[in-house]
C-alpha cells in the first residue's frame, strides 16, 4: 500500500462512526442491565469503596452471539472490522481524544470532595490531560475506568474474530493462525471469567483517567495486541510440530504463573489467612503477601504476562520483529511499571516493604535484582 492509499484509509467514514458507538452503547446498556456478580472496589483515601458489576464475561456472550446470528442471516459482515481496520483504528483514536477533553472539562470544574472525583489539577494542561484529573470519573452510573478497559479487551477480540473470518474466506487455515487465536480466546476469556480481579489492579487503584488510560484502553489494546493477526492473515509461516508443542509450553507456563499469581494476591486480600499452594502463607507486617509466587520473585505476576506476551507472537516465526511489537512493548511497560509500584509501595508500606524486600530481592524474574 503506498503513502497516499495508506492515508486515504486512515480517514474516518460513517459507517466506522457508526459501527464505533454502536459498539460502546450496547456496552453501556449491556453493563447496566445485565446480570453479574458486584464486587466492592479497593477502600480509598476517604473510606469509601466503589461497587464493580462484573457482568463481562456475559455481556461478551451476547455480542459475539448476536454477531454470529447476524453474520449467519447475512445483515452484517463479519470482515467488516478485518476490512476497515485502519479507519476503526483513526475513528478509535479520534474519539479517545474527544472523550479525554471531556473528562478534563468535567474534572477540571468538579466541585467534589470524594476520593473518586475530588480533582487533582497540577496546572499543567498536558500533563493534566495525559494523567488525568479524577480517580474514578462516572457517566450514567457507569465507572468510565472499568468500562474502557472493558471495552479494550472485547475489542481486541472482536478484531481477531473478523481476521479470523477474513482467512477462513479466503484460504486455508495455518497452524499458525490457529495457535494465536486460540490463545487469544483463552487469555481474553480469562480476563472476562477473573473480571473482579481487575479491581484490585494498579490501573483501577491508582491511576486517574486521563489520555494515557483512555488512549491505551481503547486504542492501543485492540489495534496493537492484534499485530500478530494481522501479519498472520498476510504472511505465511510453517511451523513444525515441535514448534507448536514448545509454543503451547510457553502459553500454559506464562498462563499458570500470570493467573496464579494474580489469584493469590487477590484471594490474600480477601482473606489473609488464605492457604496458598496448600500451606498458611508467609504475611510481613500484617500486610504483604510473601508466599507462592510472590515468594519466586515482587511482581511475579509480571513474568506471567511477559511469557504469554511471547507465546501470542511466536506463533508468527521468526522472520520478522513486526509481530514482536506486543511483548517487546509489554516488556518495557512492566519494566516501568514495576519501578513505579516499588516506588508507591515503599512509601506506602516503608519498613514493611523493606522487609519484603530484603526477604524476595528478586524483581519479576527470580534472580534477576
Ligand atoms: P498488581 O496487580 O501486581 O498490583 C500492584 C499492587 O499490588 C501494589 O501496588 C500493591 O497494592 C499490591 N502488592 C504488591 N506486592 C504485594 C504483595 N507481595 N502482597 C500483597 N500486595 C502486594 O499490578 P498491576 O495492576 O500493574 O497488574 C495486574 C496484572 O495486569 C498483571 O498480571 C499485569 O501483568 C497485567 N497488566 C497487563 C498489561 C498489558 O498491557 N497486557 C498492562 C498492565 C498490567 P496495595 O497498595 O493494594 O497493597
Avoid at 235 to 242: C, G, H, I, Q, Y
Wanted: contains cysteine.
Amino acid at each position: 500500500m503506498d503513502l497516499s492509499a495508506l492515508l486515504l484509509s486512515l480517514i474516518p467514514s460513517w459507517t466506522s462512526v457508526a459501527m464505533i458507538l454502536l459498539f460502546f452503547t450496547y456496552l453501556a446498556i449491556v453493563g447496566s442491565l445485565l446480570p453479574g456478580k458486584v464486587v466492592p472496589g479497593a477502600v480509598l483515601s476517604d473510606g469509601t469503596r466503589l461497587h464493580y458489576r462484573c457482568n463481562g464475561l456475559l455481556s461478551l456472550i451476547v455480542l459475539v452471539f448476536l454477531l454470529g446470528i447476524g453474520g449467519w442471516m447475512d445483515f452484517i459482515s463479519l470482515t467488516a472490522i478485518a476490512d476497515r481496520g485502519l479507519e476503526l483504528l483513526s475513528t478509535t483514536f479520534v474519539f479517545s481524544v474527544f472523550m479525554t477533553f471531556l473528562l478534563y472539562i468535567t474534572g477540571y470544574n468538579s466541585r467534589s470532595q470524594s476520593s473518586s472525583l475530588k480533582p487533582r489539577v497540577t496546572g499543567n494542561f498536558i500533563h493534566d490531560w495525559w494523567f488525568g484529573i479524577q480517580l474514578n470519573p462516572q457517566f450514567m452510573g457507569i465507572d468510565l475506568k472499568f468500562y474502557f478497559v472493558r471495552a479494550g479487551m472485547m475489542g481486541w477480540l472482536l478484531i481477531n474474530l473478523s481476521v479470523l473470518a477474513n482467512c477462513i474466506q479466503v484460504t486455508d487455515l495455518s497452524r499458525s493462525m490457529i495457535l494465536y487465536q486460540i490463545f487469544c480466546v483463552l487469555y481474553i476469556l480469562d480476563y472476562f471469567f477473573f473480571e473482579e480481579y481487575m479491581t484490585s489492579t494498579w490501573d483501577i487503584i491508582a491511576e486517574r483517567l486521563g489520555f494515557m488510560l483512555v488512549f491505551g484502553d481503547l486504542v492501543w489494546i485492540p489495534f496493537t495486541f492484534s499485530i500478530q493477526g494481522w501479519w498472520l492473515k498476510d504472511n505465511e509461516v510453517e511451523l513444525t510440530t515441535a514448534a507448536v508443542v514448545a509454543n503451547c509450553l510457553v502459553f500454559l507456563i506464562g498462563y499458570l504463573v500470570f493467573r496464579g499469581a494474580n489469584k493469590q494476591k487477590h484471594d490474600f486480600k480477601k482473606n489473609p489467612k488464605a492457604h496458598i499452594w496448600g500451606r498458611p502463607p508467609k504475611i510481613i507486617g500484617g500486610k504483604l503477601l510473601a508466599s507462592g509466587y510472590w515468594a519466586i520473585a515482587r511482581h511475579s505476576n509480571y513474568l506471567g504476562d511477559l511469557l504469554v506476551a511471547l507465546s501470542f507472537s511466536l506463533p508468527c516465526g521468526i522472520s520478522s520483529p513486526v509481530p514482536y511489537f506486543y511483548p517487546i512493548y509489554l516488556f518495557v511497560l512492566l519494566i516501568w511499571r514495576e519501578r513505579r509500584d516499588e516506588a508507591r509501595c515503599a512509601q506506602k508500606y516503608k519498613e514493611v516493604w523493606a522487609e519484603y524486600r530484603y526477604l524476595v530481592p528478586w524483581r519479576i524474574f527470580p534472580y534477576v535484582y
